[in-house]
């Protein structure tokens, strides 16, 4: 029988498309540390009929009738979430990561308000107030940065810039930065100056659930997540929060921002806390930062300088362009021909451009997903090495793109199946 049999008979553009990218997913090293493989019991349940509903509301307060399963999806989440960060109240409707965060901060702030976040060229998000983002237009923001030494957080420094600004906000948690993040300090400092601590978990929540990394839960005041990233769910996100934010939280989402809850996506967000309370995924969480130390340890062998010297988590920021004379988005097109994909990222206090900076950014969930350990991130980073030694000469990448195809054939991809494939 055909694949995708039903998208084969009426958009076959489109089914031979999605085909392609499965094939893509498979054959090549995924590096990006934002991304990872759904399971199949996540794609089963985000693909599901629950896509036919509107929930407008919260659980046993709808809208709408007919909220007889979708009620006990919701709650179940709900549940799943809150015991496993240990908070008070979850809400798991928001539509992504971005949304997540502005219903926080309509929650629990005024416009003009201010916050500091880390700033976007040095790993904060573009919701940590970006100036051409919501967060940088509607609040007032006031960055920090990161210490040019160490080239990591300096709470000392941070809590200095605190007591200056006087926000009502501070975020921490990040895009790009590859150490441990100390809440505690963050706490502290949020206290000191009467600002609320905010966490955005989004890149670190599988390593923290799986015990990896420590939670920044039940004492930041509120927090977000995605749950498509090292979490390994669906495409969506959540919040949580202590209970004195429970009702703005809720509010600010529906009505404030959102309508209808992605029910499919609710019940893919309830299958991943599931999975999430497995011994398999803390084995996972642990192997994920074996797998980047030893990639670290491997790039740094080959002459690239690593932002911080190495990482403690799923990240791994390096210099291209001192290193190698190679800039961040050459390195990165050299990579994916070569099928290795990464993504080109400032480095902190960067002299490039955003479009072509001058380094990349890598991350172990993908390659961990699909059960690679130590010795495949130093063959990883040999051939990384070699195709950014070698990034204009296109016998070599295609050379390398063969060998890495031959190479991700005898890891399995959770959620793809190529015997899918066969015709
Ligand atoms: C990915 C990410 C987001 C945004 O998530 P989207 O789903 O892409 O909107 C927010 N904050 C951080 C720290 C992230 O890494």
């Known amino acids: ?65 007919g909220q007889q399963y979708t009620d006990q999806i919701e709650t179940l989440a709900i549940e799943r979430v809150k015991k496993a960060f240990g908070v ?3 809400n798991v409707q928001p539509y992504s990561g971005s949304p997540a965060n502005m219903a926080v901060y309509t929650a629990v702030l005024q416009p003009g308000d201010t916050i500091m976040g880390l700033a976007l060229a040095q790993g904060g998000h573009l919701t940590h107030g970006w100036k051409v983002n919501f967060s940088g237009r509607q609040y007032h923001s006031a960055p920090y940065e990161l210490d040019p030494k160490t080239e990591r957080l300096n709470y000392d ?60 839960f039940p004492m930041a005041d509120t927090g977000i997540t995605t ?79 690593l932002i911080t010297g190495g990482t403690d988590n799923h990240l791994i ?5 001192k290193s190698k004379g190679i800039l961040g988005r050459d390195a990165s097109r050299a990579l994916d021909r070569a099928g290795i994909v990464a993504n080109c990222n ?32 130093a063959k990883i980073g040999d051939w990384m090495n070699e195709v950014l030694t070698h990034a204009t000469d296109e016998a070599v990448l295609a050379r390398i793109a063969g060998e890495v195809k031959e190479f991700c054939s005898s890891f399995v991809c959770p959620g793809i199946d190529p015997l899918n494939w066969k015709e």
């Not at 000191?192 to 601590?197: H, K």
């Open 1 to 65: 029988m055909t694949y995708l049999p039903a998208l084969e008979k009426t958009d076959p553009q489109i089914r031979d498309l999605i085909l392609a990218e499965e094939k893509r997913q498979w054959n090549v090293i995924r590096l990006i540390p934002s991304e990872n493989y759904a399971s199949k019991a996540v794609l089963e349940a985000s693909g599901s009929v629950l896509t036919n509903i509107y929930s407008e509301g919260y659980p046993g307060k709808r809208y709408y009738e």
């Open 88 to 90: 008070d109240h979850a």
């Open 157 to 216: 420094q941070i809590w200095k810039q605190a007591k200056e600004v006087k926000p009502k906000l501070i975020v921490a948690g990040y895009t790009a930065y590859p150490r441990i993040i100390e809440w505690n300090r963050f706490r502290e400092i949020c206290d000191d100056v009467g600002a609320l601590f905010h966490a955005d978990i989004s890149h670190i929540t599988g390593l923290i659930l799986g015990g990896v990394h420590p939670s920044p």
């Open 227 to 305: 749950s498509h990233k090292s979490l390994r769910g669906p495409r969506g996100a959540m919040m949580m929060c202590k209970a004195a934010h429970a009702a703005a939280i809720d509010k600010a989402i529906m009505p404030g921002l959102q309508g209808g809850p992605h029910n499919n996506t609710t019940a893919a967000i309830a299958v991943a806390f599931k999975e999430a309370e497995s011994p398999a995924f803390k084995a996972y969480a642990a192997q994920i930062v074996k797998n980047a130390k030893a990639l670290a340890e491997r790039l740094n062998k080959h002459g690239f300088r």
């Open 317 to 321: 920021l390096f210099e291209t362009f």
């Open 346 to 377: 400032l480095v902190p206090f960067d002299t490039q451009t955003p479009m072509n900076p001058s380094g990349v950014r890598i991350g172990t969930p993908s390659v961990t997903s699909r059960g690679m350990k130590e010795p495949e991130m």
